[in-house]
């Protein structure tokens, strides 16, 4: 009796799998972020303000250390910009209405200190969003 | 003229009007305004014209302090804890340590004359406008230009400052000296003037006084080669540094065991320096362009350089409470330009991402701090156990600093840290913490305060002429007058005040 017809040799299979898995590995976190937004949906707008969120998670870990009662996705938004529906607003009247809470923690002095840094409370906050996002 | 003063027959007794003890900054500096004068001056100088070892030794002391068991040492200095502080960071040799002087030159702020009721025990008897005229002199022997008087600057020959603003960030400009070497660039001078005779070799082991201690009658000199003479004269000053003021006093304790004019038990207490640290970093922001004020730039042209350091103005230190610091961007001197941040760095990928333009490469600079250490009774200078080889004891220095030193150290850079944020300008971050309110410190080696001046004798060793209140003949010049610090560096306020002096006892000597 013959065998039948394989449709991929093994060697193919095995460098096939090989590639997924180093191109996975390469991608990793858009991988882990097209399964975020699977399952939860777009980021937040917000989240548009950093280049690479991630960058801006490595801070906010330390944010929600210490300021555990926001680690909250449905309320810390409303706290970085209050006032603001984030969605209805364009890339950049959302980098401008950032930038003036900024500048008005500021002028304020609401400020907090991530691992020494004395940043306004607000990117603070937006860096704990990155981090709560990316523990999703 | 110059004169060996191994070569002076054993018991001689020299004479002149004035007697100068120590060619330090002071010394040099109150010297030179006694040339063609008609008045006979000797200035002794414990080395010779050029470094000696057996002669630097006689500098060896006895370091320690709450500092030292906090961690806090420079270990440029030595990895021994005090090693090199007292003998390291001073020079016996004609010249005193400018002839290791660093050159920066600054006037101290007005406020830091001033009675702070949140300071203890400061204010000066004199203001910064009594000093303001011999500031202008003093220019002159430090080799710099004359300078902005302001207290504050918005830039310096075409390179702004970072723009001030209503929480009180400001800049002010320290003016390089070459740096001057006092001993050579003022020894020929010096040699010429028939009036002033310089003795090198010659240390001042005793002051002697009548029963009463009330005023000097001799200085009683001995050489390392064992030669031994005795200088009279009408009027004394010492000017000797911070350390040796106090313990040429202390060591003057025949008549008056606590020590000559010490009778309050003030001598050698106040011991201050300035406890540099480098207190966290600044994420720049905004173009390099903008700091280059900031830069320690050596641009080759004699007393023309310049640095900006970062202050809080004297109104926020008032409503804050606070003392004096300076923050200066950047710790490495000639530093080429601020390295930018790398790559890896997730607070300036992030803030970057919205505060910058696509492709700017924020800067990440170390900041060093140099804060006024406010007077503590209990920081002194007294004898040690330990003899030199002249057979006197050696000095001890106990460094202490106030609580509130640490504090307003962590406040000033906080509020820096806002009004930077505030102008846009970047992002600090803090590495102080409330128990270790130095990290990484070094002292300035600006040894002050153990002779201080007051107008009230239980307060002060000195008055505000420095005169000593308990010896009518005796006076005391340098960084050991100052009452306090401030944040500024000490030879220019030490060359003003030995000018003031200069003035008054011309003005005496008349009389």
């Known amino acids: 009796m013959s065998q039948p017809p394989r449709l991929v040799s093994r060697r193919v299979f095995l460098l096939s799998s090989l590639l997924v898995a180093c191109l996975g590995w390469l991608n990793w976190p858009r991988l882990q972020g097209l399964r975020r937004r699977l399952r939860h949906g777009p980021p937040h707008p917000l989240l548009g303000l950093l280049d690479d969120p991630g960058h801006g998670a490595a801070i906010g870990r330390e944010y929600l250390r210490a300021y555990a009662d926001e680690a909250r996705l449905d309320a810390l938004p409303g706290l970085i910009l209050p006032g603001h529906d984030a969605a209805g607003l364009s890339a950049a009247e959302l980098r401008a209405a950032f930038l003036a809470q900024v500048q008005a923690d500021f002028d304020a002095g609401r400020l907090a200190q991530v691992d020494g840094w004395a940043l306004a409370r607000s990117e603070a906050r937006l860096f704990g969003l990155c981090a709560l996002w990316q523990s999703l | ?511």
């Open chain 2, 1 to 511: 003229m110059l004169i060996d003063a191994r070569t002076v027959e054993r018991g001689t007794t020299i004479k002149a009007a004035v007697c100068v003890v120590g060619s330090g900054a002071a010394g040099i500096s109150l010297a030179m305004q006694f040339r063609d004068k008609g008045v006979p001056v000797v200035l002794l100088e414990s080395g010779g014209l050029t470094e000696d070892a057996r002669c630097e030794a006689l500098n060896q002391g006895r370091v320690e302090g709450t500092l030292l068991d906090s961690g806090f040492w420079p270990p440029h200095y030595s990895a021994v804890p005090g090693e090199g502080y007292l003998a390291g960071s001073r020079r016996r040799y004609f010249g005193g340590t400018t002839n290791a002087w660093g050159g920066w030159c600054r006037p101290f702020d007005p406020i830091d004359f001033a009675e702070r009721e949140w300071v203890s025990d400061s204010g000066w008897p004199i203001t910064k406008a009594e000093l303001a005229p011999f500031y202008r002199r003093a220019a002159g022997l430090c080799q710099i230009k004359p300078f902005d008087e302001g207290t504050y600057h918005a830039g310096w020959e075409g390179r702004p400052a970072l723009p001030g603003d209503e929480m009180g960030l400001r800049t002010l400009v320290v003016y390089y000296s070459p740096p001057t070497r006092f001993g050579t660039t003022y020894r020929s001078a010096l040699v010429r003037s028939t009036d002033v005779r310089i003795f090198t070799w010659a240390n001042v082991v005793d002051l002697e006084t009548p029963p009463q201690a009330n005023r000097v009658r001799r200085a009683k000199v001995a050489c390392l080669s064992g030669n031994s003479f005795n200088v009279e004269a009408e009027r004394f000053v010492l000017a000797t540094g911070g350390v040796e003021n106090a313990r040429l006093l202390l060591l003057a304790n025949k008549v008056q065991p606590e020590g000559l004019g010490n009778g309050n038990g003030l001598v050698g207490r106040y011991f201050m320096d300035h406890a540099y640290t480098s207190p966290g970093y600044f994420l720049a922001l905004a173009d390099p362009a903008r700091y280059g004020l900031y830069f320690q730039q050596h641009e080759g042209s004699v007393g023309h350089d310049t640095l900006g350091v970062l202050c809080l103005d004297e109104g926020v230190q008032r409503r804050h409470r606070l003392q004096n610091v300076w923050i200066a961007l950047g710790s490495t001197p000639h530093l080429p330009e601020y390295p930018a941040a790398p790559e890896d760095h997730h607070l300036a990928r992030a803030v970057r991402s919205y505060t910058c333009a696509p492709g700017f490469r924020p800067r990440l600079i170390t900041l060093t701090a140099s804060p006024e250490c406010s007077p503590n009774r209990n920081s002194r200078v007294t004898l040690g156990d330990e003899v030199d080889a002249l057979g006197c004891r050696r000095a001890k220095v106990d460094w202490r600093v106030n609580e509130a030193d640490g504090v307003s150290v962590r406040q000033s850079l906080e509020l820096i840290a806002q009004a930077l944020g505030r102008l846009s300008m970047g992002r600090v971050r803090l590495l102080i913490a409330e128990d270790n309110p130095f990290p990484r410190g070094w002292g300035g080696t600006h040894h002050s305060g153990t002779t201080r001046m007051s107008r009230d004798p239980r307060k002060g060793v000195v008055n505000a002429d420095c005169r000593m209140h308990q010896v009518e003949n005796l006076y005391v010049v340098g960084s050991s007058v100052f009452p306090t610090l401030g944040a500024a560096n000490p030879t220019f306020t030490i060359v003003a005040l030995a000018l003031r002096l200069a003035d008054h006892l011309l003005e005496a000597v008349k009389r």
